[in-house]
């Protein structure tokens, strides 16, 4: 297999420190390029110059050549049922949300079962920065850069027996916090489950920071899991327990409407949902839709995986 998911990587060199950017955007400001910029800029809201907060940017790419994300979409536009279905409404719920004392339980079928304190994982594995695309099963995407450590890093740490075959997921009850779990209609806490294999791909990632800082509430800080071939809602956020299992697990949206979002979500552009296509996207930030690549184009890491699988039935 050859290993051009290791451009993916990025150094964090890469990514524009804050201070960088708010020196840059101080520069503008001085020399009154703003004001002109907002000016051509018709499509942008109204904010005089003053009350404009700098935010950190990136000129950073994926493997494919496309730009990150600007942080403000990345942080603004959610999906976190546990706060609220309204994209936009999450960071302002999730902003009092604590993110400390955290620990996450890993065990099930292994040897070594142990819980992590959130340091403990910051410090014990090597952290890497990651630039990774975002497919929604709801046909948006975004460019996040990331940083954390692979999930196979973990799972070495705990050695799971020969009898776990799949992975489970669960992210953090606290109904008092998140007002989003006193809806009845969901089975909080919100579950995720990978095949085993699929969990030691080295693209498969857990994610402790965004934009070469800490992860914020919104995207699942402390601790979430990123899979980026596959439809976002398998990305589960705020993980506090990781166990190894032998059946398939059960899942979030696959208990909720199985014939809509199955267990394995793989991006795939030939599956339509049942409700909509899911043969092109809208990245956020473009006006334009794109196509949809399999496997959100990184079928060259992970289609083999899943050979001589039927695709459209193990959707
Ligand atoms: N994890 C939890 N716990 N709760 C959620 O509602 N939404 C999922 C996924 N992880 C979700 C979750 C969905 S549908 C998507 S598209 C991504 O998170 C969105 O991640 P982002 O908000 O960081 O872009």
């Known amino acids: 297999m050859t290993h051009l998911y290791k451009s993916i990587p990025v150094r964090s060199s890469e990514i524009t ?23 051509l800029a018709a499509c942008a809201p109204a904010m005089p110059a003053a009350a404009a907060k700098p935010l950190p940017t990136s000129d950073a790419k994926d493997d494919k050549g496309d730009t990150v994300n600007t942080f403000e979409d990345i942080t603004n536009y959610n999906n976190y049922y546990e706060f609220t279905t309204d994209k936009q409404g999450v960071a302002g719920l999730a902003k009092d949300f604590k993110l400390s004392p955290w620990t996450v339980e890993v ?9 992590f304190g959130i340091e403990d994982l910051t410090k014990k594995f090597t952290q890497e920065e990651r630039i990774y695309r975002l497919r929604c099963v709801e046909a948006w995407s975004m460019v996040i850069p990331w940083s954390g450590f692979t999930l196979a ?22 109904p ?37 800082e800490p992860n914020v509430a919104q995207n699942g800080a402390p601790i979430r899991l990123v899979v980026p071939w596959k439809y976002g809602f398998k990305s589960i956020k705020s993980i506090v327990k990781i166990e190894l299992v032998a059946k398939e697990p059960a899942t979030m949206w696959k208990s909720i409407a199985a014939n809509e979002y199955g267990f394995y979500a793989n991006v795939n552009p030939a599956v339509d949902h049942p409700r909509w296509s899911q043969s092109t996207e809208r990245r956020i930030g473009e006006f334009s839709r794109r196509s949809t690549l399999p496997f959100n184009g990184y079928g060259e890491q992970v289609a083999h995986l899943y050979k001589g699988m039927n695709l459209s039935k193990n959707y």
Do not use: C
């Open 153 to 174: 890093s973990l799972l070495k740490m705990v050695e799971p027996t020969s009898a776990a075959k799949y992975v489970r997921f669960e992210t953090v009850y606290r």
């Open 176 to 212: 008092e916090e998140m007002p989003g779990q006193k809806s009845p209609f969901y089975p909080w806490p919100y579950q995720e489950g990978l095949r085993l294999d699929e969990a030691m791909n080295d693209l498969t990632f857990l994610a402790t920071g965004l934009y070469g």
């Open 17 to 39: 420190p804050k201070h960088e950017y708010f020196s840059r955007r101080d520069f503008i400001k001085a020399t009154g390029l703003i004001a002109g910029s907002m000016a």
């Open 107 to 115: 065990g099930g079928l292994v040897k070594k079962p142990k819980t």
